[in-house]
């Protein structure tokens, strides 16, 4: 059988990617220190923002909404491929301020 996904599910799964990768992005990118200090979640309006952007896109996904913008809901197993790919750049800006701050040129 065919081990790739479709088109809808592949396009749900891009789009999740790029939602979550730039709202864990967000939070790394608002200091130079390391992501999990405790100023963590001071900015309460980020927070906000990133709630309802979450909760905005499970809505889509979740609801007939999705029809309108041909995603599709996703199952676990998809949620499992599709985080690792958003903590991507979570991982590589924490590396590089790691760098910055303890590798001496």
């Given at each position: 059988?065919n081990?790739?996904?479709?088109?809808?599910?592949?396009?749900?799964?891009?789009?999740?990617v790029g939602?979550?990768?730039?709202?864990?992005?967000?939070?790394?990118?608002?200091?130079d220190?390391?992501i999990?200090?405790k100023?963590?979640f001071?900015?309460k309006y980020v927070?906000?923002?990133?709630v309802?952007?979450?909760?905005?896109h499970?809505v889509?996904l979740?609801?007939h909404?999705g029809?309108?913008?041909g995603?599709v809901?996703?199952n676990?197993?998809q949620?499992?491929?599709?985080i690792?790919f958003a903590?991507s750049?979570l991982i590589?800006v924490?590396a590089?301020?790691?760098?910055?701050?303890?590798?001496?040129k």
């Amino acid at each position: 059988g065919n081990n790739f996904y479709g088109l809808e599910i592949s396009r749900t799964m891009v789009l999740t990617v790029g939602l979550l990768f730039e709202i864990v992005f967000v939070y790394s990118c608002r200091t130079d220190n390391f992501i999990l200090n405790k100023e963590f979640f001071k900015n309460k309006y980020v927070n906000y923002a990133v709630v309802i952007s979450i909760a905005a896109h499970l809505v889509l996904l979740y609801t007939h909404l999705g029809v309108l913008f041909g995603v599709v809901p996703l199952n676990i197993k998809q949620w499992l491929i599709v985080i690792p790919f958003a903590l991507s750049g979570l991982i590589l800006v924490e590396a590089w301020k790691f760098g910055k701050k303890y590798i001496k040129k």
